[in-house]
């Protein structure tokens, strides 16, 4: 892990470089393997940028021929018009021969996330006006939704979790999961048994930048129906949600405006904020948990020096325990960082710079640090806190921006899959108490038929 001392001159430089790596825009963090395949797929090594634009293009021009032909290509899977959504009785299947126990967790971590959505959910506000009228804010559900399922390096059920309950609480009707065709993926199943716990009937065995396309635009049938109309084998969505690789990332900035989004995300991250009261092996425990995702950022700020040396040796200790040690090495090795500093007042500075996707404050007094920081995408306070509860249990989603976009961006949550309208309700004296106003504006603007369509009614 790189150690920073923000004391020495080169501090700042460091800084900045590792927040770089971290930007969704910076479209570089993808791996060897990703590299290749991309010559082997095209035939030249286009950069990510390039591949998206090319994947987006064709699925909107040739639709489920280019779905099926890049999830050959790209995930080596076989698959026609028949097989591309996952059968009912498949899903029946898998929740029948599920564990259990998993069903039971499940329950237990549906009651905890539905209770919290449920709560922070907008509603109607009417605010009344003098002389009969009122003015009303409205919030409906939007009508279908995509869920983005990852899969290559390990199976996520509690996406599903963390991306359908909020929907749910929302009132979202319709709710489509695309998850890679692969054994943590749309083979998986606890992924599959989960879906059906929840209701889900719409999943389709596709992933990377060709499912995101395919829920922007939609994909028709190849062959006509006895009424010569199109039969669609997936019917766009209103909304993409959901998690993944660089490509997914890039598919999504570029769907969006054709389809609403959540948020264009990089790799994991989390910030430790620790002291001299900190467990020093519960934090090196924090730092590998995030850096697991391989890849994922794990950092801790510390104005406590002598923490760094425990924090480093609890790091190896554990490591070697682990199961994906060597991708987890790797990424402590590209985004691990631990990072002295001079006092509380600049670590929070620096977590404010840095806009975590997690923030675990775990030093002493962390609700004092917590007032101290404004950006960060999920707030963990206190040592019986750990990020994984939020990843797992707890109530809000895990779904959050990363690089730095916690600055302006928020986590998924129910809200996110409410549109609003507002509605103005006049009456006769309503409109002449600001026709005046209204008419002034309008001559300020050069819009005459605008003044006209109040000063008509107000003669």
Not at 267 to 277: H, K, L, N, Q, Y
Request: proline share 5%; with cysteine.
């Amino acid at each position: 892990m790189l150690r920073i001392d923000t004391s020495q001159p080169d501090a700042r430089r460091q800084i900045d470089s590792l927040r770089a790596k971290l930007a969704p825009s910076s479209g570089d963090v993808v791996s060897e393997a990703g590299r290749k395949k991309t010559i082997e797929v095209f035939g030249e090594p286009l950069t990510p940028v390039e591949v998206v634009d090319r994947i987006c293009r064709d699925i909107r021009e040739r639709g489920l021929e280019a779905v099926l032909e890049y999830t050959a290509k790209l995930d080596g899977a076989e698959l026609t018009a028949e097989t591309l959504r996952v059968p009912q009785a498949e899903l029946e299947a898998a929740h029948q021969a599920a564990d259990d126990d998993f069903l039971a967790c499940i329950r237990r971590i549906r009651e905890n996330v539905m209770k919290f959505q449920s709560a922070i959910l907008h509603s109607d506000t009417t605010v009344p006006l003098e002389s009969g009228g009122w003015l009303r804010q409205r919030y409906l559900p939007i009508e279908r939704a995509g869920l983005c399922i990852p899969g290559g390096a390990a199976a996520y059920p509690s996406t599903v979790l963390m991306t359908a309950l909020p929907a749910q609480a929302a009132g979202v009707k319709e709710l489509v999961v695309v998850a890679p065709p692969t054994p943590f993926g749309s083979y998986n199943q606890d992924l599959l048994a989960t879906c059906h716990e929840l209701g889900i009937r719409e999943v389709y065995r596709m992933g990377g930048a060709q499912a995101v396309a395919a829920l922007a635009y939609g994909i028709a049938s190849p062959l006509p129906r006895p009424t010569g109309q199109e039969e669609q084998v997936i019917v766009k969505v209103d909304k993409i949600v959901g998690p993944g690789n660089l490509f997914v990332a890039l598919a999504k900035k570029q769907v969006f405006g054709d389809v609403d989004i959540d948020s264009i995300a990089g790799p994991s991250e989390v910030i430790v904020i620790a002291d001299e009261t900190t467990n020093a092996e519960w934090t090196a425990a924090d730092l590998l948990a995030q850096a697991e995702h391989s890849p994922g950022s794990s950092v801790m700020i510390t104005w406590h020096a002598p923490l760094i040396d425990e924090v480093e040796q609890q790091v190896e200790t554990q490591l070697a325990e682990l199961s994906r040690s060597d991708l987890t090495r790797q990424s402590l090795d590209e985004f691990g960082a631990l990072i002295l500093v001079r006092d509380r007042e600049e670590a929070a500075e620096l977590a404010d710079t840095l806009a975590t996707e997690h923030l675990h404050i775990t030093c002493n007094d962390p609700e004092e640090m917590l007032d101290r920081i404004r950006a960060a995408g999920a707030v963990f306070l206190g040592p019986h806190a750990p990020v994984a509860v939020g990843d797992y249990a707890a109530g809000p989603s895990h779904v959050l921006p990363t690089g730095a976009t916690a600055r302006f961006a928020s986590g998924l949550s129910s809200n996110d899959f409410l549109r609003t309208n507002s509605v103005i309700s006049y009456t006769e004296a309503n409109l002449k108490s600001v026709a005046g106003d209204v008419l002034l504006m309008a001559d300020k603007e050069g819009l005459t038929a605008h003044a006209a369509s109040v000063a008509r009614r107000t003669k």
